[in-house]
């Protein structure tokens, strides 16, 4: 069983920074693809980035160029580096495998951008 926490999360003015990162459990992360997903208030949840077992990444058009993912299958962990942040950017973030398994899931991390 895979257990994520998601962590980083917080309060940014536009144009900030932040760093989130999602701790996972279990000896088998390294074999799974993972991705960040997003959801908005009175929005359905949507995909940002993944990452392949092997590092090569996917970005929404709507991140690209503004977000990195990364993962670290030492440590079991992945990573969004997040830049140039707008306030359409705020949302509740979740890692996740990808696809998305539904047992998964976990209390993600809240970005808000707001000046």
């Known amino acids: 069983q895979v257990q994520l926490v998601e962590s980083g999360g917080g309060l940014v003015q536009p144009g900030g920074s932040l760093r989130l990162s999602c701790a996972a459990s279990g000896r088998i992360f390294s074999f799974y693809a993972m991705a960040w997903y997003r959801q908005a208030p009175g929005k359905q949840r949507e995909l940002v980035a993944r990452?392949?077992?092997?590092?090569?990444?996917y970005y929404a058009d709507s991140v690209k160029g503004r977000f990195t993912i990364s993962r670290d299958n030492d440590k079991n962990t992945v990573y969004l580096q997040m830049m140039s942040l707008n306030p359409e950017d705020t949302a509740v973030y979740y890692c996740?495998?990808?696809?998305?398994?539904?047992?998964?899931w976990g209390q993600g991390t809240q970005v808000t951008v707001s000046s």
């Open positions: 990452i392949t077992s092997g590092g090569t990444t």
């Open positions: 996740n495998t990808f696809p998305a398994t539904v047992f998964y």
